[in-house]
């Protein structure tokens, strides 16, 4: 807890959940490099979505205008976060729910935990959510001795497996068919031994799994994917009817929400939901939506909380650059159309928000210190901006982040020195000619010393040139 | 018309031919070209590192360098982008409104060459003759910073002899970059063996592009096969004609010379 | 200090000026009203997500009704028009019916309160024809019965006519997954059929 900074903002506590990883990201991306099955699984996966998406993107006359509206109202969300939290509790509340605050990760994981105890379960189902990996509800859970079953078909692969998300959208996007059959005959208790690798025999397979699971559990924890301050209304977007069951069969709903979730008003979902699933699963809608306000007599669980949770939200905030990386909406389009995310997969960010969007926003969260390496994983392209449904201008983040990381002391002596030359015409003519006999010179070594080593391991550098531009242009 | 050239560091350094043959171009197009001589780097590289403390002394040096010129060109999607998109962030970053906003004039008096040649000039055909298989690169920053869109296209299209083919998956991040190719060297070649594959699949002799960047990086793999696969810079290409004038001072883009290097 | 203290505490501290800056936002996107639902794009939308779709006269609803599950149980939410039921069906009304009973059955039959054209979306709001939200996730089949007049053309459209205040659930085809290789596949938790019976 950061306590002792007080009505600051404050970023993330380490030692709880998932927003760092264990190595820098050049050194778990070289090891995914070399990993056959997944690049194979990814190349097909992402290639697939892009075609998907990008054809119902191409259906709608006005997308352009509803991209831009999204950035608005998230850009006016962010200004009035403080009194539209407020007003979005008391609109819970007034349509019976109750409202929990949770400063951060530990916060949050002790409010469920709490809550799951009085309703006097040892068992939770849960909606796929990016938030409660995010603050490692799940591990808190089980160290109390209750149990979470994940029942999104991708995060019941990855649970199963042992594993960990890689992806937003499509957690197991990792594997592959025959490897998703060969965790679910050695994990699924009672799996048919005759199991094949079909898609639909797998879904199958899930579907009979979990069913007793949906029919007697008595507490669900779910994310949001919206919440209207205007009305109290939550909302999830999701597909399989998972979702549909942990919010209307158990007694009692626990939704746990990062606090830049929260739109202004009713209206302002027709944007979001045709923004979200066009750009998200390439579908024109996503086969299941539910939304409800507080709780309704007679009609699914009868108590409702909601977690808001900060756990460095405020501290993004605080950057007006930065902060447009809370406008993001979970889509995932930004991890598919990226060349770099497509290659390495979501593993090698070590952050539980991989890819474009998890480069902007895990090191924000966390510190820059913390996740020093992700700034640098992007080959600035651009394909992220022009992807995402609410124009979030990553690649300026990027630049901007990078600008704020601790840097190498070398490095930042090396790049002073270059500045300096290059702010001095003539040494910078000189530094031209020494290059270019540097190079003369040892034209026959093709190697560079490290760290410029990287470059020479894979490619040729080019021939000096018999003399420079402004030699040419002086010499006319 | 007099037009100031921005000819960037690395081309400068180290692809003075493709610098060389946009002087020729315009000049052929009858326009005057100026080389202002205090200009070094735009920082760019600085910027996109993460050092804009360092990079604003580069930004006050080429907006007082090009401050005096009507209309300024480049042979760089990049550098350009980085003029027209960064340097005014730049110097709001450092808290000088009156540099931010001077960049921005300049800024909008710059253009990469083929904005210029086609949205300023209004030509397409500059009568240049390039005998070659040739497959166009349409780098990050020229494509999604700049939105050159088709312009390189419809020049090269016009260019006498010239076979064009279009390269699969054109639209994908050659793996350059910047620093990202060695703070990411791995990342980085993985993309790079991609664009060459598809650089390959063409049977192309010859890959082009408005960055000596993104050539340097795809030339210096293509070398390393030996892949007998060039790299040339669209100026390059629009600069030669019949009378074999090309970019470089040898006449080499007709009859071209066996290289180990990577852009020529 | 409280918890929602510390946060919106934070939070002002963040945004740092004392008063913020409004944001306007351009609503030049296609809202409400602006387009006409065409049935066609419907029933083609509804066809690309593999729901089967019947279009009738009210009279035929039965005839269509039994069509799908004729000698079959369906669970029928209290409000439902008598007269859209077949014979040859079992009818389980839901008066307040157990989890088990509602999942043992082999269909659904409901209204609507809405239609979205553009995307194949019927929504559900919970009314006397539709019911409770749990009858239309637990049985297999789920026949949904529209009127033409309900199906508007966008999903502003739609949100204009809905309550926030009823628990909605927007349905576009069958339930579907394409968590494994990013293949879509109908049928996983939700049901797996899904027929709509267009009114004209």
Known sequence: MTRSFLGMPATAPPGVGHLRGSEPFPVAARRALSDAQLRRNLGHATATIRSRSAAVVGEVPDWPQLRAAGR?????????????????????????????????????????????RAAGADRVMKVKSMVTQEIGLNEALLSAGIEPVETDLAELIVQLGDDRPSHILVPAIHRNRAEIREIFLRAMPGVDPALTDEPAALAAAARRHLRQTFLSTRVAVSGAN?????????????????GRMCLTLPETLITVMGIEKVIPTWRDLEVFLQLLPRASTGERMNPYTSMWTGVTPGDGPQTFHLVLLDNGRSAVLADPVGRQALHCIRCSACLNVCPVYERTGGHAYGSVYPGPIGAVLSPQLTGVEDNASLPYASSLCGACYDACPVMIDIPSILVHLRGRVPHPKAEAAAMAAAAYTMDHPALYAAAQRAARLGRLAGRRGRGLPPPLSGWTASRDLPEPPPQTFRQWWAER | MRVALFVTCLADTLFPQAAMATVRLLERLGHEVVFPEGQTCCGQMHINTGYPHDALRLVRRHVRVFAPYDVVVAPSGSCVGSVRHQHATVARGAGDERLASRAEDVAARTYELSEFLVDVLGVTDVGAYYPHRVTYHPTCHSLRMLRVGDRPLRLLRAVRGLDLVELPQAEQCCGFGGTFAVKNADTSTAMLADKMRHVLATGADVCTAGDASCLMHIGGGLSRLRAGVRTVHLAEILASTEAGVAGTPDGGAVAPAPTTGGTR | MTARELILGRLRAALGGPEPVPVEVARDYRGAGSVAADLDVFVGRLTDYRATVHRCVDADVARTVGGVLGGRQIVVPPGLPGHWLPDSVTVVPDDDLGVERIAAADGVVTGAAVAVAETGTIVLDAGPDQGRRLITLLPDVHVCVLRADQVVATVPDALARVDPHRPLTWISGPSATSDIELSRVEGVHGPRNLHVVLVL
Request: glycine share 6%; proline share 2%.
């Open chain 1, 226 to 242: 919206f919440a209207v301050a205007e009305t109290g209304t939550l909302a999830v977007v999701e597909s399989e009817g998972n």
């Open chain 1, 72 to 116: 608005a109202i998230k850009t006016d969300t962010m200004a009035r976060l403080p009194e539209l939290l407020e007003q979005l509790e008391a609109a819970v509340a007034a349509a019976g729910g109750t409202v929990h605050w949770a400063a951060d990760a530990v916060e949050a994981n002790r409010i469920v935990t709490d809550l799951v």
